[in-house]
């Protein structure tokens, strides 16, 4: 009887768990259908935060008055460098936008030559590859937080110089992989990160 008892709790515990977890056709999830991350319950429960295209981070939407001074893969820079027309630091202090609606996944600063940095996550189920990562290095202020969604055009933070490291400007970064540590900023091997402009260009408006 006390086996029959037991094996009747298994069965119902089993029933509970697989009733509880919660329905997702999102690509990250696990094999039980279960948000592992903030990030991904977020982009669960929150379609109207899903990207439906994509601005450059300056001068929206266009990125008009600023120049890539340093763009992707030029000296094995990962990111491009936008920088004000008008030269030297008179963007100092200029605004930063989010590219994409999103999820602001770190929001700190990052140390030498790195200065303040923001992280945001975005998803939209038509892109290839469907989760990106957008990094916005060396602002001078932050205007957002971990854990907060971001719509397109949305000033988050403005342009610095890290801490006095350089000229101002803004080294913008696009990864398709997630949540990777910070790196360098320049490296031969581009796995994981993707050219910022030619990505924008390519998907200005996701309805496809």
Aim: aromatic share 12%; glycine share 10%; with cysteine.
């Amino acid at each position: 009887m006390r086996t029959l008892f037991i094996l009747f709790l298994l069965i119902q515990l089993s029933y509970c768990e697989k009733n509880e977890a919660p329905e997702s056709n999102l690509p990250y999830l696990d094999e039980k259908m279960t948000p592992v991350k903030p990030w991904e319950l977020f982009f669960k429960d929150s379609l109207h935060f899903h990207a439906d295209g994509f601005n450059f981070p300056v001068g929206i939407p266009d990125a008009k008055g600023y120049y890539n001074a340093q763009s992707f893969q030029e000296n094995h820079h990962l990111g491009d460098d936008w920088n004000a027309v008008t030269g030297g630091n008179t963007d100092l202090g200029d605004p930063v936008y989010a590219t994409a609606n999103g999820y602001v996944n770190s929001a700190k600063h990052e140390g030498p030559g790195w200065g303040n940095v923001i992280r945001i996550i975005h998803y939209h189920k038509n892109l290839k590859p469907q989760i990106v990562e957008s990094v916005y290095a060396h602002c001078d202020t932050i205007l957002v937080r971990k854990g907060q969604a971001v719509i397109k055009g949305e000033k988050i933070g403005t342009i610095g110089n890290a801490d006095g490291a350089y000229l101002a400007h803004l080294h913008f970064e696009i990864r398709d992989s997630i949540e990777w540590p910070i790196g360098g900023g320049y490296f031969y091997d581009t796995t994981g990160y993707m050219n910022p402009t030619r990505f924008i260009k390519r998907n200005r408006t996701i309805d496809r």
